[in-house]
């Protein structure tokens, strides 16, 4: 169930009821959160959750976009957390306001409490209406009043909208395009672009401003040491003087200005025994993944405005409290004074360009008091400037006895940082932050701890019920690629370096992969969603091994705490991998929205699939030349397999995220149909033609 009486983190940090509902407006329920819209129909779902408690219609129900002056602070829209923390936090609030506002209508009436209800915001007395309602009863409660958890939540039986599938709450905008925050606009705004380092911490050697005014009058130029906006009234204008940024500013290197920050050293992690036995046979593989982008399709934007003493960012960042505190320490400002206000970008799960481009905008705004400033990304600075993915690899060393179990198992992570966003670790982490000033580069990096789900650890230790296991994480920041939180972080490439690796066990056990699997399996629930995608896709299928056609399985619990995910995939292989058919077993828990949640399920699944058969950002002497789609290719929608998805539900289990569940059981379950379909291993990311062939030249 949703709530309970202990109450949920952002509760604690943003007690007062009335920062999470107000009835200012007649007939509408104003609902804030925390968090924010990224594509995943967080927004739709939460409405579902107000409404059953307040026992209204779900369109009676507005969720305010997230500001840092009056939703709550609920940190980071990530890690799959959203209906979780944020709705059960809105659950228990907004049953606390229903009971503050049926005392106040008790009081108005004098009348007994149990003989009241509401429906719709109206209050009966024993069935019959008063003429009260919700909003002519909100002036008569405490709005300031601590939500204690002390009133019950209503029963799973009295939902009505959870569990329902209606339809997204914001779609309606951006159909008519008006939905995003590139259609925002205020009278007299500015355009600005920003002429990006090429590498991190290059110098400004030069700017020479008198060709850029022969080539591009009107263009204006701001520099702040190593920062260069380009600005001007016409926004094409201004696109084109940047695309010839390079014939106006040269850049250099500064020798010895680069340092990799200092990190926390291994981190080993033991379970149990994990001693080699005497004459076992085993594996030792390295797995591994390269840079990958977000490759939002749309670019990063932001807009600005500095009037009156007081700094107004619009941005589609996914932590707007957090960003408001790295602009204002940047800027020099007191957090008060900035006001961050969410609005609806492209769809991005991590740490993409829209942090950047706030402050970026923010920079500038400052320099023109009065004059509202929009700043938006070039497609080739969105691919090759904002944080990448990390590049990690997984080594698994691990043996079976002559049972054919498991006895031993050593995964071995090293991994560039996931967690790099604004603020994390006391870092600005944000490259005109750095161009600004080159001393704001990080001096030491950590993973994100253990209780948030790992990063470069996220999924490391493995799901099975192996005697032992010794796990190894080791961050490597030697690269100057800025790279940051990516959907799922390390769980993407350690669930298919675990799935990978135990395929091959079964293999050399001579067993089947789903039996293999289950017979190292206690978890009902992981088992069950094994079993159900078994069941959906017939497996084992009937294709033998190394006949360019086959089936591939996967499992793992996102963060080993979260949603269960199986994944069989059917592959063919000629001269590139090919995926067919994807079929996916979940158990979220209790299902808020069906088909919201089968969004994330198979929207994580189609990225999963593209990441693994495709995406890479090639790397040239550390640096991260400028490119374009035609160097970064993407699933197309040709290529999107059939998908076959189904929920276990059981509406008595709390709900659990569904976002990123998809990302590591199928990049597993492709790679172990690829390596089956040809008959021997591969295991570096991505699975492209090019590996292919220098796969198929090395067998």
Same mark, same amino acid.
């Given at each position: 169930?949703?709530?309970g009486n202990a109450l949920p983190r952002s509760l604690l940090d943003n007690p007062e009821l009335g920062r999470w509902v107000s009835f200012e407006q007649p007939g509408t329920v104003v609902v804030r959160s925390g968090k924010v ?152 705004l500015l355009h600005a672009r920003i002429v990006r380092q090429p590498f991190r911490l290059a110098r400004l050697a030069s700017v020479d401003e008198a060709r850029l005014q022969r080539r591009h009058p009107g263009i204006a130029i ?106 204002a320490l940047c800027l020099g400002l007191e957090p008060s004074a900035v006001h961050v206000i969410h609005a609806h970008g492209s769809g991005c799960y991590g740490h993409n360009g829209a942090d950047d481009a706030a402050l970026d ?89 253990? +209780?948030?789900? #790992?990063? *470069?650890?996220?999924? !490391? @230790? &493995?799901? %099975?019920?192996?005697? /032992? ?75 033998? +091994?190394?006949? #360019?056609? *086959?089936?591939?399985? !996967? @499992? &793992?619990? %996102?963060?080993?705490? /979260? ?137």
């Amino acid at each position: 169930m949703i709530g309970g009486n202990a109450l949920p983190r952002s509760l604690l940090d943003n007690p007062e009821l009335g920062r999470w509902v107000s009835f200012e407006q007649p007939g509408t329920v104003v609902v804030r959160s925390g968090k924010v819209e990224l594509g995943q129909g967080i927004l739709t779902a939460l409405a579902q959750i107000a409404a059953d408690e307040l026992t209204v219609d779900p369109g009676l129900i507005s969720l305010a976009p997230c500001d840092t002056d009056r939703s709550p602070d609920e940190g980071i829209t990530a890690g799959s957390q959203s209906v979780e923390i944020s709705g059960a936090s809105i659950r228990m609030a907004l049953a606390q306001a229903r009971a503050a506002l049926i005392d106040a209508a008790a009081a108005r009436l004098g009348a007994d409490i149990g003989n009241l209800s509401c429906r719709d915001g109206n209050i009966f007395l024993r069935g019959a209406p008063t003429g009260l309602d919700f909003w002519s009863l909100a002036t008569a409660v405490d709005w300031c009043q601590h939500v204690t958890g002390d009133v019950a939540v209503r029963p799973i039986g009295a939902y009505c909208a959870v569990g329902a599938s209606h339809p997204r709450i914001d779609m309606a905008e951006k159909c008519g395009g008006a939905g995003f925050i590139q259609d925002l606009f205020l009278p007299g705004l500015l355009h600005a672009r920003i002429v990006r380092q090429p590498f991190r911490l290059a110098r400004l050697a030069s700017v020479d401003e008198a060709r850029l005014q022969r080539r591009h009058p009107g263009i204006a130029i701001l520099q702040r040491n190593d920062f260069l906006a380009l600005i001007g009234p016409d926004e094409y204008g201004v696109h084109v003087a940047h695309a010839e940024a390079d014939m106006f500013a040269r850049w250099e290197e500064v020798s010895g200005l680069w340092l990799p920050a200092e990190t926390a050293g291994e981190k080993i992690t033991l379970l149990g025994s994990a001693l080699p036995h005497a004459g076992s046979t085993g594996i030792e593989a390295r797995y591994s993944r390269a840079h990958v982008a977000h490759a939002s399709i749309g670019p990063s934007c932001a807009m600005a405005v500095f009037d009156a003493g007081r700094l107004t960012v619009w941005s589609h960042s996914q932590g707007v409290f957090p960003l408001r505190g790295q602009i204002a320490l940047c800027l020099g400002l007191e957090p008060s004074a900035v006001h961050v206000i969410h609005a609806h970008g492209s769809g991005c799960y991590g740490h993409n360009g829209a942090d950047d481009a706030a402050l970026d905008a923010a920079i500038v705004a400052m320099e023109l008091p009065g004059q509202p400033v929009r700043v938006l990304w070039s497609r080739e600075d969105e691919l090759s400037r904002g944080p990448l993915g990390a590049a990690m690899s997984a080594a698994v060393e691990a043996e079976i006895d002559v049972a054919g179990k498991v006895a031993s198992w050593k995964l071995s992570v090293t991994s560039e940082p996931h967690a790099q966003r604004p603020g994390f670790g006391g870092h600005f982490n944000l490259s005109s932050a750095e161009a600004l000033d080159s001393a704001r580069l990080p001096g030491k990096v950590e993973d994100l701890p253990d +209780a948030a789900g #790992g990063g *470069a650890a996220r999924n !490391a @230790v &493995a799901i %099975y019920d192996f005697p /032992g296991q010794q796990v190894t994480v080791r961050l490597d920041t030697r690269s100057r690629i800025r790279t940051s939180s990516l959907r799922s972080l390390g769980a993407h490439l350690n669930v298919f370096a675990i799935e990978s690796a135990m395929d091959e066990l079964a293999d050399l056990a001579g067993a089947d992969s789903l039996d293999f699997r289950l017979r190292h399996l206690s978890d009902e629930r992981c088992r069950a969603v094994l079993e159900g995608v078994a069941e959906m896709s017939g497996w084992p299928g009937n294709h033998p +091994a190394g006949e #360019g056609q *086959a089936l591939g399985i !996967a @499992v &793992a619990r %996102y963060k080993n705490k /979260g949603a269960w995910l199986a994944a069989v995939a059917e592959v063919s292989v000629d001269e590139e991998i090919r995926l067919a058919r994807l079929w996916l077993c979940a158990d979220v828990g209790l299902v808020v929205n069906p088909q919201g949640a089968r969004s994330q399920i198979e929207g994580g699944a189609i990225q999963a699939a593209s990441w693994t058969l495709k995406e890479e950002v090639k790397v040239e002497n550390d640096q991260v030349p400028v490119f374009d789609w035609t160097a970064y290719p993407i699933l197309k929608f040709s290529e999107i397999p059939e998908i076959e998805t189904r929920f276990i539900i059981d509406p008595k289990r709390s709900p659990l995220g569904a976002g990123e569940a998809s990302q590591g059981p199928v990049a597993a379950a492709i790679g172990n149909a690829a390596s089956r379909a040809l008959g021997f291993r591969m295991r570096d990311l991505p699975l492209t033609r090019e590996r292919l062939v220098e796969a198929l030249s090395s067998a």
